[in-house]
Each structure stands twice: as structure tokens, then as C-alpha cells.
């Protein structure tokens, strides 16, 4: 079985930094940067850090190591300078579907019963806060999903 992945995973946000630094700093010197070196410049707290990172991008075939001598990280797919901005949106729009998000949940925690369509549509909504980068609210939000889907699942066992 072969150690190459039959399809290559866009790289996470943290993964996308690193593979940045790395492929700026072969540019720069010629040669690819130590653990340690990665460490410091993305600011990672231990080498343990960066190898785990270093190994999960040469799983995903982002990164490559010639012959597990030091300095042997080569970038398998071309980095961008400016990272591709499909999913972006302006801090306006983030504020107004956050706004929005916070409306729809206290429409659905004033009704006595509400319908369960409408906390299927509350979790949609905080999916899409995920897959707009905007993970921070997502997380604020799944509490108050678990308290209502409790509060729900009560009151239509009563």
C-alpha cells in the first residue's frame, strides 16, 4: 500500500501559515527551514508541535522529506502569497449574519413549542458560520444549540 494520498486535502488555516512559512523561507535561503527554525517563526511552543503539524501536511501531500535527512522539506504545492479569498466576507457582513443568528434564536426560545425545522435551520446557520471562516461565533453558539435542543426534546416528551 502506498504512502501517497489518493487525494490531497486543502491545507487548515494553521496548516496554510505554515506551509507560507516554510515555502518563504526555502525562497529566501535556498534551503528548507530546521524544527526549530519553524518553531520561532510560527510561533509554536515545542519541536513536537511543529513535527506533528510537519507529518499531518506530508499525510495530506502538501509537504514532501527527502530521505529523512535534516533540512529536507520540500513544498509539494505551491503556496500563494495572498491566499484565496473565496469564502471571505467583510466584518459588516460578519456582524449582520451574527445579528441575524441572534435574532433567529430568540424568535425560537420565545415560542412555547416551536417547530423543529427551526432549530434544524439554527444549526444549518451555525454550520455556515464555519464554513465561512468564522469559527469563533460558531463555537459562542453551540452551546445555546445544545440548551435549546434540550429544552425542546422536554417539551415535546411532555
Known amino acids: ?5 489518493s487525494q490531497v486535502i ?3 488555516k494553521k496548516q496554510q501559515e505554515l506551509l507560507t512559512f516554510i515555502d518563504g523561507f526555502i525562497q529566501e535561503h535556498g534551503y ?11 510561533r509554536y511552543n515545542s519541536v513536537a ?6 507529518g499531518n501536511l506530508i499525510k495530506r501531500g502538501h509537504l514532501e522529506k527527502r530521505d529523512n535527512s535534516a533540512r529536507s522539506l520540500e513544498v509539494v504545492t505551491k503556496v500563494s502569497a495572498k491566499p ?5 466576507i467583510k466584518a459588516s457582513e460578519e456582524k449582520w449574519l ?14 412555547a413549542k416551536p417547530p423543529k425545522k427551526d432549530l434544524d435551520g439554527l444549526y444549518v446557520l451555525v454550520g455556515a458560520l464555519r ?4 469559527d469563533g461565533a460558531a463555537q459562542g ?18
Not at 528548507?32 to 510560527?42: D, L, V, W
Request: negative net charge; charged residues 25%; glycine residues 4%.
Open 32 to 42: 528548507s527551514p530546521s524544527y526549530r527554525e519553524i518553531m520561532a517563526g510560527c
Open 1 to 5: 500500500m502506498s504512502d501517497e494520498p
Open 141 to 158: 453558539f453551540l452551546p445555546k444549540l445544545a440548551i435549546l435542543k434540550d429544552k425542546l426534546k422536554n417539551e415535546y416528551e411532555s
Open 49 to 54: 508541535t511543529v513535527a506533528l503539524h510537519v
Open 131 to 134: 464554513v465561512l471562516g468564522i
Open 84 to 88: 484565496l479569498a473565496i469564502n471571505a
Open 98 to 111: 451574527i445579528d441575524l443568528i441572534e435574532a433567529k434564536f430568540k424568535n425560537i426560545e420565545d415560542f
Open 10 to 12: 486543502r491545507p487548515t
